[in-house]
């Protein structure tokens, strides 16, 4: 599994979410009675950007346009106070993140994107009906005692929504059937009332590794709300389509819903009529994401030879079996979802390349792919119309966050059609630009991002932080980043550098960590750091570092293998990879970087790579956070860190945020999360904050080492 950051703090370890989303345009600009409002601003009387403000940040995503091609439909995530979607005032604690359906026409203008769904629980999986006179979604049912997501409509006009669907165990995922008169469900099976008497009982032991809740299909009666389900066995299913005459259907499968079999899917083809089901294709790689193309005789899909460093490859294959073609020519990158162009000979997708992601198109009879978009930022697509030659999705760039875009499929123009964040004209903002350096590890070339601080002066050297990205195959993009902006407000420049291990260069490039963690990587990130500071632009005396899930792992590395910096703050890092195979939920991922073997298998390997070995090296004050609740990276990694440095009297702070797992979702743990770095490293890199509350500062100012 590949995810990019894009709008977080940092990249996670597989799983990429800063959890929450952000805010439509329209939050009011109160602050809260217990913080003083900060008002600082750079030598353009424009605002600086601090921590608060990134509540403010409307995350739209998830674009798709109606079946007429006139409308977009897409969601944006709003702070609300839980009384009917009313915003929060800026900094309220009781503030929570929750998406709302907005619509927009497709030619714009922006000030016709219209909200059509309120309230205190967030919607998902925006579906248009095949007559484009329903808008359905997902969201926690009424009727139930313990609400579960259920699919839900509304009129596209507008309207009161109602709930359709009433599956017990609520519904994971839904498509139109090209009639519109079914939703095929992929939802679990509902629990007996034998296993319902026990929950209540609790008599609710778990067997690990047993009793899975797998996903299967459901057909759903739109007029009668009859539902049938479609698939049995020990297996659990996802990513369901149908064809488009109805008669068969598409899904992935995977042995178990563990994070661990994430990488273990298999494209099937089901016969509607008669239930039979075959795979896709027979092959020992994984298989999934298969897309129908307009006339239904050929299904496109997406498989790779492995799980993350293995480049995803492209395939075409009749719909009725026959042999595979893989469309990638000579491309080396990764293809992202398929989307078929109405004459069936054009494929187009999305594909992560260095700090960008562009637009590529097949040619299904030639099997080359060709380059379409050639943009600063981030074109991430999410849908093509191919009656009328119109494509959507979301473009950001540095200093823009995410946006819909439409284009017709030459991608001449990527035309914005929503401003959901125009008030960030009213901020000064850091400019960013790719930077390119020779490793000392073996000269490949390395690039990254540098943010320079608002109002920079060439001829001052800054206060510097490096932050790597999570994965490792993530990879740091041209897109809007919080972190970033937080501290080039403050007058810090950021390094983020793409080293290897990286996605957006190709296979060998993201292989290229394999057996090697802490070793070549680490010289990428060093060597960066050099450049920065030949370059004038860094002062050597004030350097810092940190980062989250993999980055939290750089930074612990680089905590034990070097003086150079002031100050360093790892986040949900791995210190010890020996017992993190065990607590984590990503076996399989981690074994492909150590020889295909466990820990007690290949101890030394493991133990050689992990920062806990050299942690009698540490000397640099550190600042640990670390989520209470984490799954991917489980918080002993950073107590048996914590510990360490602690009995060994070196300069150490630890951060727990209750409740939260590897990405966080509550606004205020967002915000302590950012103003905790900026009172961190504004102490040891000489450096105070200007965009936060003095009472904040001095309040955290207590409780660094």
């Known amino acids: 599994m590949r995810t990019i950051s894009k709008l977080s703090f940092v990249g996670l370890l597989m799983v990429t979410a800063v959890g929450a989303e952000g805010q439509e345009a329209s939050l009011k600009q109160e602050t809260s009675p217990k913080q003083a409002a900060v008002s600082a601003r750079g030598k353009d009387g424009k605002k600086l950007f601090g921590a608060e403000d990134m509540l403010r940040i409307a995350r739209v995503s998830a674009p798709r346009i109606s079946p007429d091609g006139a409308r977009v439909a897409y969601l944006v995530s709003a702070v609300t106070t839980g009384k009917e979607g009313e915003a929060t005032e800026?900094?309220?604690?009781?503030?929570?993140?929750?998406?709302?359906?907005?619509?927009?026409?497709?030619?714009?203008?922006?000030?016709?994107?219209?909200?059509?769904?309120?309230?205190?629980?967030?919607?998902?999986?925006?579906?248009?009906?095949?007559?484009?006179?329903?808008?359905?979604?997902?969201?926690?049912?009424?009727?139930?005692?313990?609400?579960?997501?259920?699919?839900?409509?509304?009129?596209?006009?507008?309207?009161?929504?109602?709930?359709?669907?009433?599956?017990?165990?609520?519904?994971?995922?839904?498509?139109?059937?090209?009639?519109?008169?079914?939703?095929?469900?992929?939802?679990?099976?509902?629990?007996?009332?034998?296993?319902?008497?026990?929950?209540?009982?609790?008599?609710?032991?778990?067997?690990?590794?047993?009793?899975?809740?797998?996903?299967?299909?459901?057909?759903?009666?739109?007029?009668?709300?009859?539902?049938?389900?479609?698939?049995?066995?020990?297996?659990?299913?996802?990513?369901?389509?149908?064809?488009?005459?109805?008669?068969?259907?598409?899904?992935?499968?995977?042995?178990?819903?563990?994070?661990?079999?994430?990488?273990?899917?298999?494209?099937?083809?089901?016969?509607?009529?008669?239930?039979?089901?075959?795979?896709?294709?027979?092959?020992?790689?994984?298989?999934?994401?298969?897309?129908?193309?307009?006339?239904?005789?050929?299904?496109?899909?997406?498989?790779?030879?492995?799980?993350?460093?293995?480049?995803?490859?492209?395939?075409?294959?009749?719909?009725?079996?026959?042999?595979?073609?893989?469309l990638m020519g000579g491309f080396e990158l990764n293809a992202e979802e398929p989307m078929w162009a109405l004459d069936g000979k054009t494929i187009y997708f999305s594909s992560v390349e260095r700090e960008t992601e562009e637009v590529f198109a097949a040619d299904v009879a030639a099997g080359t792919v060709r380059r379409l978009t050639d943009k600063p930022g981030v074109?991430?697509?999410?849908?093509?119309?191919?009656?009328?030659?119109?494509?959507?999705?979301?473009?950001?760039?540095?200093?823009?966050?995410?946006?819909?875009?439409?284009?017709?499929?030459?991608?001449?123009?990527?035309?914005?059609?929503?401003?959901?964040?125009?008030?960030?004209?009213?901020?000064?903002?850091?400019?960013?630009?790719?930077?390119?350096?020779?490793?000392?590890?073996?000269?490949?070339?390395?690039?990254?991002?540098?943010?320079?601080?608002v109002d920079y002066d060439p001829s001052h050297k800054m206060p510097f932080l490096l932050n790597p990205h999570g994965g490792p195959t993530g990879a740091s993009l041209l897109s809007f980043s919080i972190a970033a902006q937080v501290m080039a407000a403050n007058g810090y420049m950021v390094l983020q550098p793409n080293f290897r291990g990286s996605i957006g260069r190709g296979e060998k490039f993201a292989r290229a960590n394999q057996n090697d963690w802490g070793n070549g990587d680490y010289k990428d990130d060093m060597s960066g750091v050099q450049t920065v500071v030949d370059k004038g632009w860094a002062d050597p005396a004030r350097l810092g570092a940190f980062g989250w899930s993999y980055g939290g792992y750089m930074t612990f590395w680089i905590d034990t293998q070097t003086d150079r910096f002031k100050a360093i703050s790892p986040g949900a890092g791995l210190p010890d990879l020996y017992s993190m195979y065990s607590q984590s939920d990503i076996h399989r991922y981690m074994r492909q970087y150590f020889d295909e073997k466990a820990p007690w298998d290949n101890f030394q390997q493991y133990w050689d790579h992990s920062p806990?070995?050299?942690?009698?090296?540490?000397?640099?004050?550190?600042?640990?956070?670390?989520?209470?609740?984490?799954?991917?990276?489980?918080?002993?990694?950073?107590?048996?860190?914590?510990?360490?440095?602690?009995?060994?009297?070196v300069p150490v702070e630890y951060v727990v945020y209750p409740r939260e797992n590897h990405g966080f979702v509550e606004p205020r743990h967002l915000v302590d999360r950012v103003q905790r770095y900026l009172v961190f490293f504004g102490k040891y890199l000489n450096n105070a904050p200007v965009t936060e509350p003095k009472e904040v500062v001095e309040r955290m100012q207590k409780d660094l080492p």
């Open 90 to 326: 800026k900094g309220s604690a009781s503030g929570k993140f929750v998406s709302q359906l907005w619509v927009v026409p497709t030619a714009g203008p922006a000030s016709g994107t219209r909200q059509f769904t309120r309230g205190e629980k967030s919607v998902s999986n925006a579906k248009w009906s095949p007559d484009v006179k329903i808008l359905a979604f997902t969201k926690e049912g009424t009727e139930e005692k313990d609400a579960k997501p259920q699919v839900w409509f509304l009129y596209a006009d507008g309207g009161e929504a109602w709930q359709v669907t009433k599956h017990k165990s609520g519904v994971a995922g839904y498509e139109f059937s090209p009639d519109g008169k079914t939703l095929l469900l992929v939802a679990t099976v509902p629990e007996s009332a034998e296993q319902e008497k026990r929950k209540k009982d609790k008599d609710d032991a778990v067997v690990v590794d047993h009793d899975f809740k797998m996903e299967h299909l459901w057909s759903w009666d739109i007029a009668t709300g009859g539902e049938k389900q479609i698939t049995h066995g020990e297996f659990t299913v996802s990513d369901a389509r149908w064809s488009p005459d109805g008669a068969r259907i598409t899904f992935t499968s995977n042995p178990t819903p563990l994070q661990d079999d994430g990488s273990l899917q298999t494209a099937w083809v089901l016969e509607v009529g008669t239930g039979k089901q075959r795979k896709l294709i027979e092959t020992k790689d994984a298989t999934h994401t298969a897309r129908w193309s307009g006339d239904g005789k050929w299904i496109a899909y997406l498989s790779t030879a492995g799980d993350g460093i293995y480049q995803q490859n492209l395939f075409v294959v009749g719909a009725d079996g026959g042999e595979p073609r893989k």
């Open 379 to 453: 074109v991430h697509l999410t849908g093509i119309n191919a009656k009328t030659g119109t494509a959507v999705g979301t473009w950001s760039d540095a200093k823009h966050p995410d946006e819909v875009f439409r284009s017709d499929l030459r991608f001449s123009a990527i035309e914005p059609v929503t401003n959901h964040n125009a008030w960030l004209g009213d901020y000064a903002v850091g400019e960013a630009e790719v930077i390119r350096w020779k490793s000392t590890k073996d000269g490949i070339e390395i690039d990254g991002i540098v943010t320079k601080p």
């Open 612 to 649: 806990m070995k050299y942690v009698g090296n540490v000397k640099t004050p550190t600042m640990i956070l670390h989520g209470q609740s984490d799954t991917r990276v489980p918080i002993p990694q950073s107590e048996e860190f914590y510990r360490a440095l602690s009995e060994r009297h």
